[in-house]
């Protein structure tokens, strides 16, 4: 149970509830903590936004994005996002069981390439501790074939992870919910 | 300097490009993080989403909402978000340096209500990874006249450090804000 509850449904703007529905609908994971945002529309609109800007949209691949996103949040230990972004994998991604179960225990799917393994490191280190990033882990990356693009996109990823990350523990999500689905 | 180069504004899509050109004759100074994110166009459209609407909108004021991310922003050392969210309480909201430099440590202020500074402290554990924020933080700061809308934006605004301080920490956006670049008032 989240330390906030969510409003009740029938308590909300009919905007609001619309876009709550929604997302729900197509997507049908993140509902708890999106249940509690309704609190706070703008922060709903926030978060959809950015999931459909920052995983949908660019160079990376959307596999490798969930990806970074899973590694990220194993790093920050939020068991709510791995469990929603592993599931999503799992279905739509159409990763195997094993490789969602490295991502978990903070190793490299066997399927990852040597270029998306330094990806992978790179955004853990970020994850764990943004501040310690140097210039040769910038290095690694563009000598593995990776463009500025490509990285600061990845980059954005380990930050959205981050705000995920921040509010799922401040509400004391757990993956319940989370893991409800993968779409 | 940036690990890795700002992107000529030439190359910038108009849109991207108006954005940080209007934030440099407001402010006297580039976003360097719009500028930076620039190489990613649809992370250049998610900040839109993030920053503007839950600053300005919702039930607490916006100039808590800045404190709190200063907060978050200094727990988690970004100096270049804490400096330039400070920046903006002193030249919007009209404190001065020495009460923004108190505030954001979250230590007890005769200046600062108390009530808000539970927020300040419920901001930095947000920000802060080891801390776990329990039901019994948040019990704590009900006690204080918050309601459940308040607390979920206070950790909104937290949240907020942890998405754009991965971006100036990670790529050493803080290392270009010196007074030779003209940011000698960052603090």
């Known amino acids: 149970m989240p330390h906030i509850t969510a409003p009740d449904i029938l308590s909300m703007d009919d905007d609001v509830r ?3 529905e929604r ?25 959809d936004e950015m999931y459909r800007q920052i995983m949908n949209e660019g ?19 939020c068991g709510y996002a791995v469990a929603g972004h592993g599931g ?10 094993d490789a969602v179960a490295a991502l978990e225990a903070a190793e490299d799917p066997a399927s990852a390439s040597a270029p998306e393994r330094i990806l992978l490191d790179v955004c853990r280190k970020v994850a764990a501790a943004a501040y310690r990033t140097v210039a040769a882990d910038i290095d690694r990356l563009e000598k593995a074939g990776w463009g500025r693009h490509e990285i600061v996109e990845a980059l954005t990823v380990v930050a959205l992870s981050g705000w995920m990350n921040g509010i799922a523990a ?4 757990d993956g319940s919910d989370a893991a409800m689905a993968a779409s | 300097m940036a690990l890795i180069p700002y992107p000529e504004l030439e190359t910038i899509p108009a849109e991207v490009r ?17 500028w930076m994110l620039a190489w990613s166009p649809p992370a250049s459209a998610a900040v839109d989403a993030l920053y503007h609407p839950v600053f300005t909108t919702g039930k607490l004021e916006r100039r808590l909402k800045e ?23 002193v030249h919007t909201f009209g404190y001065d340096r020495d009460q923004v430099e108190r505030w954001r440590t979250g230590a007890e202020d005769e200046e600062l209500d108390e009530d808000e500074r539970v927020l300040v402290l419920l901001a930095k554990k947000v920000a802060d990874d080891a801390q776990p924020v329990t039901e019994a933080d948040i019990a704590a700061v009900r006690e204080h006249g918050w309601g459940d809308d308040e607390i979920v934006e206070a950790i909104t605004a937290a949240a907020q450090s942890m998405w754009t301080n991965t971006i100036a920490q990670s790529l050493h956006l803080e290392d270009d804000v010196t007074p030779e670049n003209g940011f000698d008032d960052y603090f």
């Not at chain 1, 997302?23 to 978060?47: I, K, M, W, Y």
């Not at chain 1, 959307?62 to 920050?76: D, G, I």
């Not at chain 2, 940080?20 to 719009?34: K, Y």
């Open chain 1, 170 to 173: 401040a509400l004391g999500l």
């Open chain 1, 18 to 20: 619309e876009q709550y």
């Open chain 2, 18 to 34: 108006e954005h940080i050109e209007h934030f440099a004759r407001d402010h006297g100074r580039p976003t360097l993080l719009r």
């Open chain 1, 88 to 97: 999503w994998l799992l279905g739509s991604g159409g990763l195997a069981r």
């Open chain 1, 59 to 77: 160079h990376l691949g959307r596999v490798l994005r969930e990806q970074v996103f899973v590694a990220a949040s194993v790093v920050r230990g």
């Open chain 2, 67 to 89: 404190l709190l991310f200063v907060a978050a922003s200094e727990q988690r050392g970004c100096f270049y978000c804490m400096g330039g969210h400070s920046r903006l309480l």
């Open chain 1, 23 to 47: 997302f729900r609908t197509e997507h049908a994971h993140f509902d708890e903590l999106r249940a509690v945002l309704v609190r706070f529309p703008s922060a709903l609109g926030a978060v």
